[in-house]
């Protein structure tokens, strides 16, 4: 079940970002890049956005947000799923949900940035259309990294 998240699902939330993050020797970085989570309602709802959590047996296994920028353009943000529901098809009724929501907003472009470590999850938005761009180097987390560029335009078509 795919529901809206709210602030008292942000320790859940963390805890499951952190557990993707330590698979690549990463950790999560409140104090920085991810301090958003700790008012989910404030960072994305009152921002003319969304972030959901897909819900499996009571417990959290699955997140994804976006926000709008108003210019028929949406940022795609916190694609995270626990190890054990991978390749469920859990990540494409998200991809689904938002895909509803941007039909709903007017948004033509869907966009995101992408640790260029995460690679399966690079297969999955190609597989879904999204084009991989260019690169860039950040710094704004527990430690240095790399992220990959992806757009997709339009965002729904007959294929989604």
């Known amino acids: 079940m795919i529901r809206l998240a709210s602030n008292k699902d942000s320790a859940e939330i963390i805890a499951i970002i952190d557990e993707v993050f330590r698979e690549y020797g990463d950790r999560i970085f409140l104090e920085g890049v991810d301090k958003d989570l700790l008012d989910i309602e404030r960072n994305y ?21 976006v926000v709008n920028d108003e210019n028929h353009c949406a940022e795609l943000k916190r694609v995270y799923l626990k ?4 390749g ?7 991809l ?3 895909y509803e929501w941007c039909r709903n907003q ?15 999850g690079h297969q999955f938005y190609e ?17 240095p990294y790399k992220e990959y560029y992806f757009e997709k335009t339009p965002v729904v078509s007959e294929k989604n």
């Not at 819900?55 to 959290?60: D, L, N």
């Not at 190890?83 to 991978?86: A, E, G, W």
């Not at 948004?107 to 640790?115: C, E, G, H, N, R």
């Open 45 to 65: 709802l009152q921002k003319n956005g969304a972030f959901w959590v897909y819900i499996s047996h009571g417990k959290i296994v699955g997140t994804v947000a």
């Open 83 to 86: 190890k054990n529901v991978r």
């Open 88 to 94: 469920s098809g859990i990540a494409d009724k998200m």
């Open 96 to 98: 689904k949900t938002v």
């Open 106 to 120: 007017g948004v033509t472009k869907l966009y995101f940035w992408s640790d260029i470590r995460f690679t399966r």
């Open 127 to 143: 597989k879904h259309g999204f084009k991989k761009g260019d690169i860039r180097s950040m710094n704004d987390g527990y430690a």
